[in-house]
């Protein structure tokens, strides 16, 4: 043990008269202390947890980064790009990649159950049917979706299910939502899709989370990627159909149904590509017809166009009784052929034909290459500060790729996309700068302060300790491990009381927040050990250091005055 700490420890422990002068000042420094690192703790804690909450959950609705069409300026209406296992297996190789995963966006609109409410006019009973509409956006995710943030804001029911060998129309929605529409998990709400010929589709509700993130429950809804893709058009839908009526001989009518594309179909019906949509057909044999529907832009051959993938689909004919009758339906009404369907969904039906024939046929429609088409994929990182250097790796891994689908690829990162609240975010830092300036300043004056005061009412002692041969920096370094005391005193109970505060609201949720403002529903803390440590640390470092400067008044005392003053 110093000397100086010696001589310190006594004085700061004694009780002399002239302590009770300087009794009042050394509180108010102390004081300044403690508020200062409480409010330096608090201010941390907030913005940390504040910045960390916004950014899980932004990222939690999307992604760190995302692989989408280049020229799409945005994720909810993009063109789709072809699904890729080679890309996908050259981005898992990427070190810090978490996971890759498809998705794609198709806005709806989804509708309330009616609501009756009966009232009189004028004695007579009438009533009102009310429907609420809700204007959201569904994100088709797929069996490679990492569910854990939706996990952890469940508030009821479960994930849908989508890894199934059929989708299933499950759909997970907040409560934000749940509570406009009134509906509870289990059931089912209308969902109408814009199309060409808009969709009405019914979906199940199996879950309703709630983020707190506003701007997102609002229009995020989650299903099954399988079902966006079909819905979007995206490639090919093949089948072949019978008409409802005969030609002007009697003969069945065979004709192409397309769906998705650009619109411009070409069929091969088994001599290449051509414009003819159908045909006119009496079957004689059992036979089975083969399509394969595509769309092209100005050549049939579709050579140089980028094309959609082809489609193909099936009918099968099986003829029965008197094969080589005329096919002139026994069964005409309204001018429509009567079919005798064969099972439930109406794939199978057979028709009579006159002089005892009978035709069945059997839909076997194409699956749809819509499957291969994606919205694009989401990349999750381990490490968010390492973003932008992941991204390079990523627009290289996407240009020495062995298709030509690298330069229709672009790659967007969660900060490009949400540009808005990550700028807010980083005002935040400069905020809690400002703010930990400033207090470690007001308590640095006052500490100041109080070192002078210290020092004015120890003159005699510190004439004395010249008498006896102490030098300037030795009296100078017993008055600043004074002030340490004071200091590492007030910065203990400062930490105690914030750390507090912040681990009340923490668990109790003391303070609440309006999510459609602040995007939280309540003040979010996060204690970290390490930025604490060094708050500490460089509040003690930096009021020791800047306290040299008053303590300079003890070089101007002199033994002699000293010793005399009273």
Known sequence: MSKEYFIARKIYKGN?????????????????????????????????????????????????????????????????????????????????????????????????????????????????????????????VGADFNWNFFKKHLKSGRIPNVKDEEPKSEIIISSRIARDLKLEVGEKVSTFFVKS???????????????????????????????????????????????????????????????????????????GYENSKGFVYCPRKDTTIRLITSDYWMFIDGKGENNAIPDTSYLKISVSGNKYLSCYPSKIEMGEIQRNYLNESGTKFSIDIKGGKTITFEYIDGEGSHMKYIGGYEILVDDFQSLNKITD??????????????????????????????????????????????????????????????????????????????????????????????????????????????????????????????????????????YILFLNLGTLALCTAVLIIPSYVVTKISPIKALKFD
């Open 197 to 271: 010929t808009p969709v009405k589709l019914k979906y199940e509700v199996v879950g309703i989370f709630e983020t707190g993130l506003e701007e997102f429950d609002r229009q995020i809804v989650l299903g099954d990627i399988r079902s966006v893709q079909k819905l979007n058009d995206w490639g090919i839908q093949s089948s072949i159909r019978v008409a409802d009526t005969v030609s002007k001989y009697g003969n069945l009518v065979i004709y192409a149904d397309a769906r998705g594309g650009n619109g411009n179909y070409r069929y091969d019906w088994g001599e």
């Open 393 to 530: 790796k990523l627009k290289r891994a996407i240009y020495f790729q062995d298709n030509d689908n690298r330069a229709e690829l672009r790659v967007r990162t969660i900060i490009e996309d949400e540009g808005e609240i990550f700028l807010w975010l980083d005002f935040l830092d400069l905020n809690v700068i400002i703010i930990l300036v400033l207090m470690i300043l007001v308590s640095t004056i006052n500490m100041g302060s109080g070192l002078l005061v210290l020092i004015i009412t120890k003159t005699q002692l510190i004439g004395l300790l010249k008498a006896v041969g102490a030098t300037n920096w030795t009296i100078r370094k017993i008055f600043l491990h004074q002030a340490i005391f004071i200091i590492v005193k007030g910065m203990i109970i400062g930490n105690i009381i914030g750390i507090g505060i912040c681990l009340l609201q923490k668990y109790f949720t003391l303070i609440p927040l309006n999510p459609e403002v602040y995007y939280l529903n309540a003040v979010p803390i996060e204690l970290n050990f390490w």
């Open 16 to 140: 002399s008269e002239d302590k009770k002068v300087s009794q009042p000042i050394i509180r108010i420094s102390k004081v300044s202390i403690v508020l200062a690192m409480i409010i330096n703790i608090i201010t941390i804690a907030v913005v940390t947890g504040f910045q960390n909450q916004v950014k899980d959950k932004v990222t939690g609705f999307g992604s760190h980064a995302t692989i989408m069409k280049a020229g799409e300026s945005s994720t909810f209406e993009s063109s789709p790009i072809l699904y890729s296992d080679s890309l996908v297996e050259k981005v898992k190789s990427i070190s810090n990649i978490k996971a890759i995963q498809k998705f794609a966006y198709k806005p709806a609109l989804l509708q309330s159950e009616p609501d009756t409410n009966w009232y009189k006019v004028k004695s007579i009973d009438t009533f009102q049917v009310q429907q609420e509409i809700h204007g959201v956006v569904v994100k088709g």
